[in-house]
């Protein structure tokens, strides 16, 4: 079992920035890629970064590519996803999810653990 629990959330203005992370306990950390989802009100849940276990070859959603910035920590157990430039479009509940395979990748389907989410608002 790894458990995650994600925090930073919050509220910014239009152009802010805010930085979520994502602490992980449980198995090996490092053994799992990372990524981060997120779901607007009334929409479906949708992929906006990953990152491998290693911390290489990040995978963004192109609309928050060039403004949002997937990195982790494995000696802190800790990803994180540094956003900037916010929209009010970037509304949404942000999850995090551990890939038991490690590698990088976008389908919802291969993340096995999920965290609970945090929530960003952006005004306009």
């Known amino acids: 079992q790894v458990q995650l629990v994600e925090s930073g959330g919050g509220l910014v203005q239009a152009g802010g920035s805010l930085r979520l992370s994502c602490a992980a306990s449980?198995?090996?950390?490092?053994?799992?890629?990372m990524g981060w989802f997120r779901q607007a009100p009334g929409k479906m849940r949708e992929f906006v970064a990953a990152?491998?276990?290693?911390?290489?070859?990040?995978l963004y959603v192109d609309s928050v590519k060039g403004r949002f910035t997937i990195s982790r920590d494995n000696a802190k157990n800790t990803v994180y996803l540094q956003m900037s430039a916010l929209k009010p479009e970037d509304t949404a509940v942000y999850y995090c999810a551990a890939d038991y395979f490690g590698g990088t990748t976008r389908a919802t389907s291969s993340y096995e653990y999920w965290g609970q989410g945090t929530r960003v608002t952006v005004s306009s």
């Open positions: 990152i491998n276990r290693r911390g290489s070859n990040p």
């Open positions: 449980g198995r090996t950390f490092s053994n799992y890629g």
